[in-house]
């Protein structure tokens, strides 16, 4: 069984039951439905309903016991902890982060930024924040838009100062008035060494390993309308993906 968008059925429930795990609620240690309840809500087999337990115990987010249930994992307070599967993950980050601007968003010259964009010219318009869960910083990101993309934002107070905070997310804003939606980002992940800058920014020591993601966003046909460069703590990001062996 599949549901809209080419999402999995049990892709589906285990999306839905980690929502509910990182909204708390089951932090008073509280079983999880069982696979009957959860097949009967949902109406798929109890096999669905596995898969996506499988999922959640892999991801660390709960364990399971035999004879007994499915129960959340214990978790570090202090670490912010999300999937990021879907475009529609990544615009969920206004649900339970804040984003502070370190600078505003302004017109510059960029000539690596404009190329990945695939800019006639080299002028973007950028702006830096970082990201916060529970007021300890997780991330910081710098986002490139394109002159013409980041004239549909108009002047957002949000991105328009120094110091303002915020629950927004840039692609959040973008979405709604760009002539063809958001349809996927192609993603890289690379290690590097914290700049004096982002040390700052972030609150770690200069030198210290960080994780870099990068993602371009592409809108429906096929072209850039955002890119963001993000720097991640490393205990604050983990990236998994399914491998499959090929039928040929």
């Known amino acids: 069984m599949a549901v809209n968008n080419g999402e999995a059925a049990y892709q589906k429930v285990a999306r839905e039951l980690r929502s509910a795990l990182l909204d708390g609620t089951f932090d008073d240690g509280s079983r999880l439905p069982t696979e009957a309840e959860l097949a009967d809500r949902y109406h ?69 930024a404009a190329g990945r964009l695939r800019l006639d010219n080299d002028t973007v318009c950028s702006v830096d924040f970082v990201r916060s869960h529970a007021e300890q910083p997780f991330c910081v990101t710098t986002v490139h838009l394109p002159p013409t993309v980041a004239s549909v934002l108009g002047a957002v107070p949000e991105l328009a100062s120094e110091g303002v905070s915020s629950t927004i997310t840039v692609i959040g804003l973008l979405d709604p008035g760009l002539d063809h939606p958001i349809a996927e980002a192609e993603q890289s992940i690379t290690a590097v060494d914290a700049g004096e800058d982002i040390a700052r920014d972030l609150g770690c020591a200069p030198g210290q390993p960080l994780l870099r993601v990068d993602r371009v966003y592409l809108d429906v046909t096929g072209s850039p309308v955002e890119l963001a460069t993000s720097h991640f703590l490393p205990e604050q990001y983990s990236y998994r993906v399914r491998l499959r062996r090929s039928t040929r």
């Open 44 to 112: 798929v087999s109890r096999q669905t309903v596995r898969r996506a337990f499988q999922d959640l115990v892999s991801e660390g987010l709960v364990h399971r016991v035999r004879g007994r249930g499915t129960f959340p994992a214990p978790r570090d307070q202090g670490r912010y902890l999300r999937q990021f599967g879907s475009i529609d993950d990544l615009m969920a980050l206004s649900e339970d982060t804040r984003m502070r601007v370190l600078r505003p968003l302004r017109r510059r010259v960029d000539i690596d």
